[in-house]
């Protein structure tokens, strides 16, 4: 075990300093044009490069521009955007708005107020670099966090984004200093119940469930932000998102491997190879261009969309995933019972003592029967071809192709 981490931890850490100096020019320029135009502000790094966790290959970078406390009734998101004028970034909307600028690094640029006490934040944004402090008084998990990325990542259960409802970097911050480690978190998760309250700081001394909005509950677990407690960290994680992670936690605790942390995109071969002799139906996807975070989300409802039709139509659907490049491109795959289904399917309807119902149900189909208090027939299924069922939606539904630009069966 300690092998494969320790091997983990080499491939994934960086070594080379060439981005470190990249993202220090950067930063001289930024604040080279905060002088120029006057503005009581700083930018400062932020995020996995200023926590010393972030991934060899990583071409992101957080700059937070910390705006004095004297800006706090004025609109620094755009005073920041003129200030950025220049470098022609791209305006992102959110609670604030922020930038982004792509070069060999991708910076988004954040506005915020400098502040040490999380009661003066104007904006949830103020309060991010205070995340990083958090994490800098807790040293030697560097490569911890970078082996729960990275396992996450491979495992496709890594970004808050609506299309992947899973763990966000400052989540796996947060998990991994609580539990004291990579393997530690992994055996954790095991145990979790549903509705699990994680509170590192401990300030809930009774229950968090009770005393926090509802509206911030909606998660399988309840991570209190140790920086604000009202905020439940993991509220965008779904039941689906951390199945999958119990489930690939599990497989390496039993029987660790160092290809669990290999980000390996999945191909036609493979697939067949996986479905043996079960039945594979894959699809090549062009999606619209536009933001990551829309578009994610429309290729996911269109991935969704066909999941759910096939189970609707009774086909037995032993596994379904989909991956997509942030462009245009993705692949969907199902890979379902090698049987078609038989011709003739049982119809259930109404219970019997709502009358009005089976008189209703007896006058559209004339053979019935009853079966455990309800009026039943047996109908022709309208599809018994799984692929057939496929290209009739490929075709016809309206719903996919507000989603999606093409579908095209391999």
């Given at each position: 075990m300690?092998?494969?981490?320790?091997?983990?931890?080499?491939?994934?850490?960086?070594?080379?300093?060439?981005?470190?100096?990249?993202?220090?020019?950067?930063?001289?320029?930024?604040?080279?044009?905060?002088?120029?135009?006057?503005?009581?502000?700083?930018?400062?790094?932020?995020?996995?490069?200023?926590?010393?966790?972030?991934?060899?290959?990583?071409?992101?970078?957080?700059?937070?521009v910390?705006?004095?406390?004297?800006?706090?009734?004025?609109?620094?998101?755009?005073?920041?955007?003129?200030?950025?004028?220049?470098?022609?970034?791209e305006?992102?909307?959110?609670?604030?708005?922020?930038?982004?600028?792509?070069n060999?690094?991708?910076f988004?640029?954040?506005?915020v107020?400098?502040?040490?006490?999380?009661?003066?934040?104007?904006?949830?944004t103020?309060?991010s670099?205070?995340?990083?402090?958090?994490?800098?008084?807790?040293?030697?998990?560097?490569?911890?966090?970078?082996?729960?990325k990275?396992?996450?990542?491979?495992?496709?259960v890594?970004?808050?984004?609506?299309?992947?409802?899973?763990?966000?970097?400052?989540?796996?911050?947060?998990?991994?200093?609580?539990?004291?480690?990579?393997?530690?978190?992994?055996?954790?998760?095991?145990?979790?119940?549903?509705?699990?309250?994680?509170?590192?700081?401990?300030?809930?001394?009774?229950?968090a469930?009770?005393?926090?909005?509802?509206?911030?509950?909606?998660?399988?677990?309840?991570?209190?932000?140790?920086?604000?407690?009202?905020?439940?960290?993991?509220?965008?994680?779904?039941?689906?998102?951390?199945?999958?992670?119990?489930?690939?936690?599990?497989?390496?605790?039993?029987?660790?491997?160092?290809?669990?942390?290999?980000?390996?995109?999945?191909?036609?071969?493979?697939?067949?190879?996986?479905?043996?002799?079960?039945?594979?139906?894959?699809?090549?996807?062009?999606?619209?261009?536009?933001?990551?975070d829309?578009?994610?989300?429309?290729?996911?409802?269109?991935?969704?969309?066909?999941?759910?039709?096939?189970?609707?139509?009774?086909?037995?659907?032993?596994?379904a995933?989909?991956q997509?490049?942030?462009?245009?491109?993705?692949?969907?795959?199902?890979?379902?019972?090698?049987?078609?289904?038989?011709?003739?399917?049982?119809?259930?309807?109404?219970?019997?003592?709502e009358?009005?119902?089976?008189?209703?149900?007896?006058?559209?189909?004339?053979?019935?029967?009853?079966?455990?208090?309800?009026?039943?027939?047996?109908?022709?299924?309208?599809?018994?071809?799984?692929?057939?069922?496929?290209?009739?939606?490929?075709?016809n539904?309206?719903?996919?192709?507000?989603?999606?630009?093409?579908?095209?069966?391999?």
């Amino acid at each position: 075990m300690d092998k494969i981490l320790a091997d983990a931890v080499k491939k994934i850490k960086p070594t080379d300093k060439k981005l470190l100096k990249e993202v220090d020019a950067f930063l001289k320029k930024i604040n080279s044009a905060i002088a120029k135009n006057k503005v009581k502000a700083k930018a400062v790094v932020g995020g996995s490069i200023a926590k010393d966790t972030y991934l060899k290959g990583d071409h992101d970078c957080d700059v937070f521009v910390k705006f004095d406390p004297s800006y706090k009734d004025e609109e620094i998101s755009t005073i920041l955007g003129n200030i950025l004028k220049p470098l022609k970034p791209e305006l992102v909307h959110g609670s604030r708005d922020y930038y982004h600028v792509k070069n060999n690094i991708n910076f988004e640029l954040v506005p915020v107020l400098d502040i040490t006490d999380p009661k003066k934040a104007v904006n949830v944004t103020d309060m991010s670099p205070l995340h990083v402090e958090w994490v800098k008084k807790h040293p030697g998990f560097n490569d911890q966090i970078r082996l729960a990325k990275q396992f996450c990542k491979s495992t496709g259960v890594y970004g808050a984004e609506s299309y992947i409802k899973g763990f966000s970097g400052h989540v796996l911050d947060i998990l991994t200093i609580h539990y004291g480690g990579f393997m530690e978190l992994l055996a954790a998760s095991q145990k979790w119940a549903d509705k699990e309250v994680i509170d590192p700081e401990k300030y809930y001394k009774k229950d968090a469930l009770t005393q926090l909005n509802r509206s911030k509950t909606d998660s399988p677990i309840i991570i209190i932000d140790p920086i604000l407690p009202e905020r439940n960290a993991a509220a965008a994680l779904s039941y689906e998102t951390l199945d999958k992670f119990k489930k690939k936690a599990a497989e390496f605790l039993a029987k660790p491997s160092a290809s669990m942390f290999e980000i390996k995109e999945k191909t036609v071969a493979q697939l067949k190879k996986e479905a043996g002799k079960d039945k594979l139906i894959a699809l090549d996807v062009t999606s619209e261009s536009g933001k990551e975070d829309v578009v994610g989300s429309k290729v996911l409802k269109a991935f969704q969309q066909i999941r759910n039709q096939l189970k609707f139509y009774d086909f037995l659907l032993k596994d379904a995933g989909w991956q997509w490049n942030k462009k245009t491109k993705a692949l969907f795959w199902y890979i379902l019972d090698a049987r078609d289904l038989f011709p003739i399917t049982k119809w259930v309807g109404p219970p019997l003592s709502e009358r009005e119902r089976v008189e209703s149900f007896k006058a559209k189909y004339p053979k019935t029967f009853i079966e455990n208090g309800r009026i039943c027939t047996y109908t022709k299924r309208k599809f018994i071809n799984a692929e057939e069922l496929v290209e009739f939606i490929i075709k016809n539904d309206e719903y996919l192709r507000e989603k999606v630009k093409k579908v095209v069966r391999r």
